[in-house]
């Protein structure tokens, strides 16, 4: 398993922009699919983003489609989701994970085998 540590959530208005990041312990170019999950108060956690290994492929809830971006930097071991035009409804722990064996971005929640911490993300005015 690979160690996960997200951050750069907050405090954000309404129609603002947050970039988090997800920092992997070891290398994620020799590592798997990973994805972006977030859980608001009282729901279930829901895949929202995921990107294949070497970032060709990605996928995006369509909810958030159009809004999010999710990337990865192998060289620096980094996951990254730019959320723009941000709503109250975005407001939610995001956790990054990775799909342990999985090369391609899957909605399976039960492929993500190692998690972050979480970070949260708060949208208010």
């Known amino acids: 398993q690979v160690h996960l540590v997200e951050s750069g959530g907050g405090l954000v208005q309404p129609g603002g922009s947050l970039r988090l990041s997800c920092a992997a312990s070891r290398r994620t170019g020799s590592g798997f699919a990973m994805g972006w999950f977030r859980q608001a108060p009282g729901k279930e956690r829901e895949l929202v983003a995921a990107i294949s290994t070497h970032g060709g492929t990605t996928y995006y809830a369509d909810s958030v489609k159009g809004r999010l971006t999710i990337s990865r930097d192998n060289a620096k071991n980094t996951l990254y989701l730019q959320i723009n035009s941000l709503k109250p409804e975005d407001t939610a722990v995001y956790y990054c994970?990775?799909?342990?064996?999985?090369?391609?971005?899957?909605?399976?929640?039960?492929?993500?085998?190692?998690w972050g911490q979480g970070t949260q993300v708060t949208v208010a005015s």
């Open positions: 994970a990775e799909a342990g064996g999985v090369i391609m971005p899957t909605t399976r929640t039960e492929s993500y085998n190692s």
